[in-house]
């Protein structure tokens, strides 16, 4: 008795119906893996922005002048930028 028990074996061995949900199983996970690198990498970018916007904030900077910092940039802010902002504009 001598079967061969190789994952590619048993792939090429398979009906053609599971080899197309083995293919589509494969292209779903990189679609996956793909999609949750770039999370990753944006959220780093997220908390690197947020990091140095607190280190701003606590270095003892003037709260009006990273205000008019803020302003010049308005169109890319987000985080704890935005909120800074709304805050400082109703105070």
């Not at 190789?6 to 589509?24: D, K, N, T």
């Not at 494969?26 to 999370?39: E, N, R």
């Not at 205000?67 to 010049?72: A, D, H, K, P």
Request: aromatic fraction near 8%.
């Amino acid at each position: 008795m001598s079967s061969d028990l190789s994952i590619l074996h048993l792939v090429m061995g398979a009906s053609p119906l599971v080899q197309a949900v083995l293919v589509a199983l494969l292209l779903a996970s990189i679609l996956s893996w793909t999609v949750i690198l770039q999370k990753r990498k944006i959220l780093r970018r997220a908390q690197s922005a947020a990091d140095a916007f607190e280190d701003r904030f606590w270095s003892g900077t003037d709260l009006g002048a990273i205000y008019q910092q803020l302003g010049r940039r308005n169109h890319d802010l987000a985080g704890m930028e935005r909120i800074f902002e709304a805050g400082f504009k109703e105070f």
